[in-house]
């Protein structure tokens, strides 16, 4: 059994009230199971994703040892 | 070359500091555009006295990285300078910088426009503002 | 600002003493766009020595005012600083500055590319280079 | 009888060969009148004109105290 490295940023961050966790990877295909798990909703376009480090969609395959972040819109520059 | 710092930095002194490390970019370049990003006092209808940009650090230098080597790819450009603050900053502090050297001018603004415009919509980095109507997150562009 | 000078400058030094000298603009602005031109030691298959910018004196400060407040009048952009180098100059010696303070980034980098475009196809300079192959009228591009 | 301040810039100075002249305006209606007695030669759309610092056309009228240029195509920048 491993686990999966979860990340939120700003406003989902203070939404979630946490700001990284591990989770369990039994059950977890994608990144819509890792969200559900996480938030207990459904996914929601208004939340970007990235896996391991790189922008992904809601679809993208997820498994052990995978970092998975969730954030809003970025607003840098 | 990119950078990513909690501390604030002088972009003139960079660039200048930069250039007199590559004697070897010396005569080669005709053409420098840059574009400095910095905090304004005043955004979206009220004062601001400060502001935190939160990152999403190891991503933010990789995606970085990757737009520099896009923007190589399609210009003919030398390595550009691409310096962006995270942490707390107050009004006047400069965010961010970019800016590229090439022989022409054309290359070098759209270079240095690509870049900018690229790290504003898809590096992670979020601001967050203390203004005089509370604390709030600033809203995409 | 507009300055036309036989002695070299730094574009970068000269940016910060601008801004130095206007602590009014501290924190109103959020975007500044930068071009400097410099003299390349290779230019149309010849390895350049050196340059001499020949120039209208009176027309030359009259035009760059004139692109200057079109500028203005254009975007919302605070009063740019342009700096115009003429006489003999050698490689690697920046040519022109042109400076722009706004508080948006399109209003910079748009009123910044105006300036520099207006004034290499207006501003009464021209260059006449030293080659390996002889001395030369640089041609208009 | 006055005079025009004649001004020549560049290749143009140096196929005239001269740098600036004073001119009488007598017979001077406008700036092709000016080139035809400084050069010889009829106008050209490869030479520019300036009167009194500003872009004008070959007809553009001219008289006593006025400052007259021309110029190849500039290459600044």
């Known amino acids: 059994m491993g686990t999966i490295s979860v990340r939120y940023f700003a406003r989902v961050r203070e939404q979630l009230g946490k700001g990284q966790e591990l989770i369990d990877s039994e059950g977890i295909r994608c990144v819509a199971d890792v969200w559900r798990r996480v938030s207990g909703a459904a996914p929601s376009t208004k939340v970007l994703v990235a896996v391991n480090q790189e922008y992904a969609a809601m679809d993208h395959p997820v498994g052990t040892g995978d970092e998975v972040a969730f954030f809003p819109p970025v607003t840098g520059g | ?141």
């Open chain 2, 1 to 141: 070359m990119v950078r990513v710092q909690p501390h604030p930095f002088d972009p003139w002194m960079e660039i200048s500091v930069l250039e007199h490390h590559h004697p070897e970019w010396s005569g080669k370049f005709g053409a420098t555009a840059v574009f400095v990003g910095s905090l304004r006092d005043f955004n979206q209808g009220h004062q601001v006295a400060e502001m935190t940009l939160e990152h999403y650090a190891g991503m933010t230098e990789r995606h970085l990285e990757k737009v520099s080597c896009e923007a190589m790819s399609r210009w003919n450009i030398l390595d550009p300078l691409i310096i962006h603050r995270y942490g707390r900053l107050t009004p006047a502090e400069p965010i961010v910088l970019v800016a590229v050297w090439s022989a022409h001018r054309d290359a070098a603004f759209l270079a240095c426009r690509y870049i900018i415009d690229e790290l504003k919509t898809r590096a992670p980095f979020w601001k967050r503002e203390e203004t005089d109507a509370g604390r709030r997150w600033v809203a995409p562009e």
